[in-house]
């Protein structure tokens, strides 16, 4: 059995089959997906938490994600601070830092990152962070403001350096590695995936992005994480079971571990 840390079920992209899309998961031995609520309005939030509610094996982050940094309000920070009190909701994420695409400024991302690092801090959830092109912010904010959390996180869909993760592990953080490992030119992030100790593995899908291969290009879904785990059990030279049972037992160590 596997488990999706990390999946953007509400997007629009799985309206029109979404059943299917549950039950190709079920067969493809996907046990659990981490449903990644993201949004400045509560009906988006809303709607992973209805989503993750009406199924019982899915799970539900909420957070504000660093490209809507720019638009959060104070009524999205008492919004944030409800959902906390949900029962479905085990993760505050994704938050963090993305001066890739700078869709919102970076000082403020920042400040949106703290805010988010202290609110999950005070209701004792684990964080999920995304991070590009920020290594250095990222790894200050987080050594200044979350080093001292006794709940940890997860470091998503992971595309830094070797010396980046050496720092997350170092703070207690899970790196979590998605289909970007497929890709014929992801050398260097083959390479980390190898060297991360094993019981602090976890495997995503980031759907409906970042399809790994053979399905490249397509939306992406829970069901396609099969394909992840098996580069990384090559990667790693252990047998596929191996992969599944120690991420699985990696999400309920960072998850639900009080
Ligand atoms: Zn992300
Ligand atoms: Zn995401």
Not at 42 to 67: E, M, T
Request: contains cysteine.
């Amino acid at each position: 059995m596997f488990i999706d840390s990390h999946a953007h079920l509400d997007d629009p992209k799985f309206e029109s089959d979404f059943r299917a899309v549950l039950d190709r998961a079920t067969k493809a031995k996907i046990e659990k997906v981490l449903v990644i609520g993201n949004g400045v309005s509560s009906s988006k939030v809303d709607s992973a938490i209805s989503i993750a509610k009406k199924h019982q094996w899915l799970d539900v982050a909420a957070g504000i994600h660093p490209h809507d940094a720019g638009t959060a309000t104070g009524d999205n920070w008492i919004e944030l601070t409800r959902f906390a009190q949900e029962e479905k909701l085990v993760a505050w994420g994704e938050i963090g830092l993305d001066f890739h695409y700078n869709y919102s400024d970076p000082e403020v991302q920042k400040e949106v990152f703290i805010q988010q690092l202290l609110l999950a801090k005070k209701s004792s959830l684990p964080v999920i962070i995304h991070t590009r092109e920020a290594e250095t912010e990222t790894l200050k904010i987080l050594s200044e403001h979350y080093a001292d959390c006794r709940r940890q996180g997860i470091m998503h869909c992971y595309s830094g350096s070797l010396s980046m993760a050496q720092c997350c592990l170092e703070m207690g953080f899970y790196i979590s590695f998605s289909g970007i490992l497929t890709f014929p030119q992801a050398h260097e992030i083959r390479r980390i995936a190898e060297m991360i100790p094993l019981d602090k593995l976890l495997i995503e899908t980031d759907a409906p992005y970042l399809a790994p291969v053979p399905y490249r290009g397509k939306r992406n879904e829970p069901a396609f994480l099969v394909e992840t785990a098996k580069i990384l059990a090559s990667i790693r030279n252990v047998d596929i079971e191996t992969i599944a049972k120690c991420t699985r037992e990696n999400y309920f160590r960072v998850i639900y571990r009080k």
